[in-house]
């Protein structure tokens, strides 16, 4: 399957905008969709905008809701999230996750079988 590597993640102000990118080391039929999650300490793991690789849809979930933005390059084996608006809430390590299940806005972190390590975004008050 390959690894998922992300990047871009820093230090910013509230207000402010971040773009992470995830790429993955190897085109796999088997990755039918790929998916963000944050974690903030001492807070469960939380889906936040995830896409279907065939047709480009995508789901978010309302705390992210018309200021981050899930894109796709197929030919580069790799996803983004533009994040705007930053606020303080959002500060967590982020995860980019891929798996071969059906597509659905439901889908669960147990849908996802691959996982990078997580890039941190911190946002200052």
């Known amino acids: 399957q390959g690894q998922l590597v992300e990047s871009g993640g820093g230090s910013v102000q509230a207000g402010g905008s971040l773009r992470l990118s995830c790429v993955a080391s190897q085109y796999s039929p088997s990755r039918k969709y790929m998916g963000w999650f944050r974690q903030a300490p001492g807070k469960e793991r939380e889906g936040i905008a995830t896409i279907y690789v065939g047709s480009g849809k995508n789901c978010y979930a309302d705390s992210v809701k018309g200021r981050f933005t899930i894109s796709q390059d197929t030919a580069k084996n790799t996803v983004w999230l533009q994040m705007d608006n930053l606020k303080p809430e959002d500060t967590a390590m982020y995860y980019c996750?891929?798996?071969?299940?059906?597509?659905?806005?439901?889908?669960?972190?147990?849908?996802?079988?691959?996982w990078g390590q997580g890039t941190q975004v911190s946002v200052s008050s």
């Open positions: 996750a891929a798996g071969g299940y059906t597509w659905s806005c439901s889908n669960s972190q147990g849908d996802f079988a691959w």
